[in-house]
């Protein structure tokens, strides 16, 4: 049987898919999460070096799968250079590039070396999709207040263009005639403007965002300034503070939302006030992005893990109605996402992209 496999590395993960396609619709056949010991994964010298263990891993779930015929891989994109939106044919460029020279270390930089290393034992093309590099953003988007500190866009936008291509459909309306604000509420947190279904504006899911689970998102810059120049942390350990160790473990010492959940419904008033500070910090951003589309968005859609829960979706419902319909497509949807891009080289209807891409999008009328 004829598949596209898709790879989504984590830090102590590896998301597989196994999708068949129809012209540029796909259906799933298999979808399974690898598990590798942390202890393992903690004794390689950095990201780059797990790759053969992981290719191995992918290989022997291939194994126990001989009827399947890989036609292309999808690896998740790394942490890259600004793009365009689509698909980016992986080349040894390509996985140089996310191997040595990725702008953060991150596990989804292993994404393009695995698709490209599995693709090449099954002879078929391998792609990334929709890295979180993703950038659309006007000129007048990128103006910081500070000229040597531009603005740029880092964002969840595997995820939230699959939503937003899902909720036009369901709209009945093209992709690129779009106008919503989706929120990705994961590990980390994206709140995007999609404009004409392009992201003219987000939250930077390592910067700007609300704090989430695990990240500080965005800080007072004058107090930050002197805790750098402190001389209480080095630099590697503030970051790790701030991305990994911030946002709501930094006060209640857990990232399980479900855990939170359960402390305020045994009456704990720090974590309750934490949770309330996080959807207060979701529900300003969502409306901030609302006024990039002059607060007349189609619809307000939540997606990602959080948004699995309901006392959540609730609460951003009740503050949020006010401007658009909320809509929730609640988990992760880059498995399908990944293969959706694929199929839609295969089938014709998007070229393939080259690394490095060159930006391609028209200024918007500001």
């Known amino acids: ?93 390509l996985v140089d590039f996310a191997l040595h020279r990725p702008l953060h270390p ?74 919503a604000v989706v929120a990705h509420l994961g590990a980390g947190i994206s709140i995007a403007a999609l404009k004409g279904g392009r992201i003219v504006d987000s939250t930077n899911r390592m910067e700007n965002s609300p704090f989430s689970p695990e990240r500080a998102g965005g800080l007072p810059p004058m107090a930050l300034i002197d805790l750098c120049c402190s001389g209480t942390y080095d630099k590697a350990t503030l970051k790790r503070r701030l991305y990994g160790q911030g946002g709501v473990f930094a006060y209640l010492g857990t990232k399980d939302m479900r855990r939170v959940e359960a402390m305020i419904d045994a009456g ?26 002059d607060f007349r968005p189609d619809a307000v859609l939540l997606t990602g893990g959080m948004a699995q829960s309901a006392r959540l979706r609730a609460a951003i419902t009740a503050r949020c109605s006010a401007l658009a319909p909320v809509v929730c497509y609640p988990g992760s949807h880059e498995s399908a996402a990944l293969a959706e891009g694929a199929a839609r080289v295969l089938a014709g209807q998007e070229i393939a992209r080259v690394w490095p891409p060159s930006p391609e999008v028209e200024p918007m009328p500001w």
């Open 268 to 293: 704990d008033a720090q974590a309750d006030l934490v949770w309330q500070a996080m959807v207060y910090q979701i529900v300003k951003a969502i409306g901030a992005m609302a006024a990039v589309l």
């Open 1 to 93: 049987m004829d598949a596209i496999l898709t790879i989504n590395p984590g830090t102590t993960t590896t998301r597989l898919g196994l999708f068949t396609s129809d012209g540029a619709g796909v259906r799933a056949l298999a979808e399974v999460t690898l598990d590798h010991d942390e202890t393992v994964m903690a004794a390689f010298p950095d990201i780059a070096a797990q790759l053969p263990f992981r290719a191995e891993a992918i290989t022997a779930f291939l194994r126990g799968r001989p009827s399947v015929r890989l036609v292309a891989v999808a690896g998740r994109g790394g942490m890259l250079t600004p793009v365009p939106p689509g698909v980016i044919a992986v080349d040894d460029a």
């Open 106 to 179: 991150h596990a989804s930089n292993l994404g393009a070396p695995l698709a490209q290393r599995i693709a090449a034992a099954a002879g078929c093309p391998a792609f990334i999709v929709d890295p979180v590099s993703v950038d659309e953003l006007p000129p007048v988007a990128r103006i910081s207040g500070c000229p040597d500190i531009p603005r740029f866009s880092f964002v969840h936008a595997l995820n939230i263009r699959a939503c937003g291509r899902r909720l036009a459909g369901e709209l009945g309306k093209p992709f690129a005639t779009l106008d």
